[in-house]
């Protein structure tokens, strides 16, 4: 059980989290260890929340962020990069590999690109921690 | 609250009740207590009831399962064959 | 709905209204709630003992496959608490006349449930004493209720009443009453109301096909309606799991007889009912789910999967292993273990061919429900010549009826689905009170 | 901090339980720090569990709640209600979703969904504990609403709308309202004429003062949000102002040196740079169409109405509460080659054959020649299921429109034939009965599977179609044709800028997405915009008119008030950490932060009324000294401490 | 490969089919015929077959030749397209194609070309009587051997040619290879149906309108039998006198039923029948009395067959030589009798066929 890597997904309330529940209402499957928060936007997520999951013992932050749908702007796109840019860099010094944080557009009814992102994910980060 | 009378009497001046309501409710009364004695020796399936009983596989089902929903049974488990479920007796 | 008592006890005059809704189910609850928002009074009358109609009582809703009871009880709440709406459940119109002022002066039958709405707790102490049982009809027949009884356990209101006509008067649930609610001096009450406008919202009835001898509806019982088996499939199911009402067996092989009643004239519904395909698609989606060994085979003429994600959603059933034949079922013959014999033509072999299953499920049609037109007095509520609820100016103002201020919405103008049936009560609620602006 | 926090754990009558171990979920967070009550419910949705929830509010003294349920989705605004009702403030209410994304999610695996949900309720209680009461907002809303497309959905629209004491803004993009009904002749199924239909619509709005109507229009920008949005809306010149008689309008056409294919008719015909309104699309005055016309002044010569040099385009500003895009749909144009569209020249789509019988009075005739066999292919551009195509959605409406267009050449030229190839008929409703007619009349219908679809051929300069029908037992079945007839399916309209300006979702199938596809078929995820008619899903014009009409009241139903309430979600600064760096200001989409002095030091200051609780300026702050209401560090950081706890 | 033909579905309209367009291929004809089996499904394919109008195929097929026209297709059918009446009409189609002289199709087609056909066999009986100088003892010694004629040549000329045709359409055409052999181990049935009629009690339940018919063809066949080779009119055999009054009493009380049930039109199969069924049950049942009364009047001596003076009553003779002769001429060769032989023929066919494989 404790085997599978835990990770943390920040999802977005209109649109990648209804992906998110998509998925459950397919039955598409993905492992138990998985955990949304939702937020109003991806752009929203503080840096500090990122690295505060990994200090509690997440094995992988992913963000679900709403790209070019985002009913807040396009700009959405942008500053939900420069938030992983400078989340990088403090994992960084905190000797944590960057690919422990990953990042990907979902739209409200990705739930197989959802389920897909986040099975990859898991293998990558258990094949890391072998 | 208060109540001065059961309004019971009063309706039962005016009502008549029918027959077949009356008889019903003696083929309720001994299904049921056949089918309860029938689980008393332990879980039985739908089938076993009938032939325990002499009910008729349909109505051995429709008896069962209206014991079933007033919580008088409950389901054991399912057969081997994943064919009939046990129920037995609720424990009260 | 008891909430609803008590304001209108602080309401000052509870029998005059904007707008009347015959029927609360998904149409009249949407057409009421549209209504209510925009500040009209609205009263809905219904004669079932509780709200909702057929969707509240279906296991999950295609293609979402949302559970229907968690989509349909909030809608239905938010009518019963309302401030604008009054509820009258176990009530019927009995004529509808149009005043001089062009309003309608409409007499209502409250029908007496023997327990006093706003004591009724739900707390089910009656039913458990209750001696006498008869047949479940919010189940379709598969269980049996006692003759005091809560319709179904999301019922809205949740509250008791007593089948008077099942009841062996024996008392004991008077006896049993923790909050003394039940009253059998209740009597039928006509009440008088007058209302500016009315919406038609009396839904659909159900194909009854004991009248196709051929199936052996009510002779076989494996057998079923799809309506039954809806409700084996739903959270506040009849049984344990899904099982043959023969023997309590859990089915293995499942057949589903689509258009069982409609594109039929020979029983005089000539029309497809819209809605049998997709629901019976579900259903097999629900089923093997249910029941992962179970085989489900659908008997189809034609899949009528056209709306939003339909057609994906019929893919999605196939993917998933259901074994679409096409060809209509022509004969059921029952063998002595219960099982069944369906004789049917093999269209893309051409070859008549009988398969075995164990449970036989009637995907049924969708009939008209005419008799709301003999409320009407002194004019007439017209309707096509299958008896669904003429649209004079279909494609103009759908929502019209014949008769001026009657407006109508959801299945009472023909067979649809969920989502169709939500805009066409929307449709009505903005020709009422376009109607209402216009008469003030 | 909240002490007395009330735990509702949902069965959803087996949805949940039936993966989820209820009762050791209950056991787990019985014993957490605040936890004052569990329970668990069959439906914590239905009505009597509610008034339960209310009565442990009231009578426990319950300073926040939490239930485990479904997704917030669907319940979240029920149960802040219920929250209210019992006297607590709603965002004291958290939910927690163990259905979506847990007992369906991990349907596989029980044990682990057990486990989840434990981990879930208690981030939901450590959430409960840093939540604040929040207060929405009234804010005043205007009464009036741009209507976007004026096809018969969208003036139904406005019809509704105005006759309920809405004002409407009717924009048209194109010179002429009618949209796509106007091109057709008999419509099923009560056989009205589309441009009756249309010609009705309009003069309903010509009557109505409350309805402004803009042809050739754009809406170009949004501002605001619901009950408040500031539009603009850009007016392209017409071209023509004035009068001008029937007879020079006629001259001038003839003068026009440009020529083009004439959209109206798919092409079957040719026409100039001067648009001509034509039998159901109105306003019946001329335009120019800018993009062709090469100012040769040819028409101006015969009538000064005609003004091809015109460049005054108009920019109107507006202030509106709500949308409705009733943006209507493209008919799917076939590949060059499917079918032998393009390449055989009796080869034609389905909205080209209904232009063409009304360009046909006494005998169908086409090319020259006299049709008497047609060859209807069926889902042309629909039900794609294959790995190629791309529309694997049924569109809906072809099926009744083809079988009903059979019927109406056969009455109209009686000694045609009709050959209806197809996937399976799906008349579905009372169309089943123009199917009947048009089998009774002697229509005949072949099926074929996605696997061997027709083959259309040139031999012996006649058209072939060949088809293997199923429903002769897989014969190969061949017919020639004087027409083919491709029936094609619905695409959305091209209009990606629109849905991008409104912000309005697409689905799978690229039409517009409601937010809920069986109880809120007409609303988006944006507040105050809906979608209807065929922009939402392919319709016929009855269901077109019911779903225009259902926005109609349902967006009529939230501005007829005169004011909202907003959600309460804002960003809130603290001065104290504040040292104005202005980044959060740069990063806020929607100008809500604001440079202020507080007691002589600058800080940053949120603007309520703009701000739209997006949180877009919580991360760039180098102080953290901005958080979002409901999304605080604290609240975040106990659930992140709560989730990561084994 | 096969090319639909608009042409025939009309034709076919034109033998009594109607409303089968309405077929929106359910399945539900097929699979409700008792009669139907996985080897030879029918009524749909010949409703589809006929929709199409793919002439091949319908002449080279045997099925309309194995229903028997219960109703249950056409009672049942949800569009109300009477397969049941479209196969009646393919067996009329059928009998015409078959037919060599093509004379079948004509008087299917039209009702005043068969009245025709029945006013110059009028007249040329008239003008046969009158080259006897209407002498009565004459005229019902050469009716007699015009009986025996008349049977012969139909058969030779007409009957077998057309028999040999239907071989070649549903046997030879469809290169069925059958051993020989399978053409006497076939024949036993050809026997059986012929006779019997014994497949139409899997039809339905309604085992009267079976034995109607079994004896009708007793009756018809025996009374054919005791006329033309027994000379019933001619002979003073008392045996022989009883039989024949007793087969044409059968003949004209069962088709008196049956043309009392097509005008009630009370069974399916007799909702909608054709002049050509009319012409059929009519002329049997006017066969069944004359020949009754005839012999009666000779028994109670109005007839007097050695008379060579034609009395009144004599004219029922020649009411009945008429009759004959448009029975023999029209309507054995060319009208509804040859159904009788068709239908058990195309039962030996479809067991041929069945051995074949």
Redesign the interface.
Known sequence: MSTKPKILVFSTEKISDPAIDLAGLLKKHYPNTVYTISVPCSSGIKPRWIMQAYEKGFDGVFIAADGTDCPYGESCVEKTSAIISVTHDLMRQKGLKPSQLKMAALCSVCADAFVAHINNFTKELAKKDN | MEKKEKTIDIIKQERKVSPQVLEDRKTYSRNRKAIMEALKAGPKTIPQVAAETQLSLPDATYFMMALFKFGDVVVESLDDMDEYYFYELKKK | MTDNQNAAATCLDETQFDVMVIGAGIAGAESALKLGDMGYKVLLVEKEPSIGGKMILLSKVFPTLDCAACITTPKVSETARHPNITIHTLTEVETIQRNSDRHFSVQLNKKPRYVVEKDCTGCQECENVCPVITKDQFQFNLTARKAVYIPFNIANPRIALIDIENCMLCGACEKACPSNCIDFTQKEQQLQITAKSVIVATGFKLFDPISIERYGYGRYKNVITSMQMERELAPTRPFNNVLRPSDGKIPDKIAYVFCTGSRDHTVGNPICSQVCCMYSTKQAQLLMGALPMADISLYYINIRAFGKGYNEFYLQAKDMGANYVKGKIGKITEKENGNLILRFEDILTGKVTEKEHDMVVLSVGLLANPAITKVFKGEKLELDPINYVQQPNMLQSPAQTSLEGVFVAGTATGPMDIPDTIMSAGAAATETSSYLKRLS | MKKKIGVYVCHCGGNISDYVDIEKVKDAVRDEADVFLVKNTLFACADSSQKMMEEDIKTQGLDAMVVASCSPKLHLNTFRGVAQRGGLNPYNYVQVNIREQDSWAHSDNPAGATEKAIQLVKAGIARAKESEALTSMKIATTNAVAVIGAGVGGMRTALGLADMGTEVYLIEKSFFVGGRTAQWGSVAPTNDRGDVLTAGLFNEIQKRSNIKLFTGAELIEKKGSVGNFDIKVKIRPRGFDGNATTDEIQKAVKACPVSTMDEFNFGLTQRTAILIPQKGQYPQQPAIDKALCNQCGACQKINSSFQPASTNEEILSLHIGGFVANTGFDPYEPAKGEYGYGEIDNVITLPQFKRLIELNDNELVFKGKKVKKIAYIYCVGSRQDDDEGKNKYCSRYCCTSATHTGVTVKNKYKDVLNYHFNRGIRTYGKAELIYGQASQQGDVFLQFTLDSIPQVERKHNKTYVKVKDILTAGKTIETDADLVVLVTGMVPRENVELGHLLKIPEGRDHFFNEIHMKLKPVETVIDGVMIAGTSQAPKNILETLNSSMAAAAKVNSVLTKGELSLEPTLAKVNPGACTWCGKCAEACPFDAIVQVDNEGKMVAKVNEANCKGCGMCTPVCPTDAIDLDGFTNAQIGAMIDALAEL | ????Q?DL?KELKKYGAF?F?????????????TL????N?FP??MV??S??G?EDDLKSSLKPWLCYYCGQCT??????ASPGELMMSLRRWLTAKYDWTGLSGLFYKSWPLTVLGFILILAAEIGFAARLHFHIDRIIYYGHYFEMFSILGVFTIILLPNIIRMWYFTLLKRKIKAPIKAYYTAISDLIVHMFTQKRSLDCDDNKFRWFEHFILVIGYLSLLFTTVFLNWFETSNLFINILGYLESAVIFIVTFDFVLSRIKKNKEMNKSSQPSDWFFVIWLLFMGITAFVVRLFIDIHLIDIHSTVMNSWSWVYMFHLMILGQWALIIVPFGKWTHFLYRSFGMYFAKIEELAK
């Open positions: 490969m096969a090319l639909i608009p579905t409303d367009n309405a077929c929106y291929n359910c399945g539900t004809c097929t699979s409700v015929c139907s089996t996985e080897d499904s749909r394919e589809r077959y929709v199409l793919l009672e049942n059918c949800p569009q109300e």
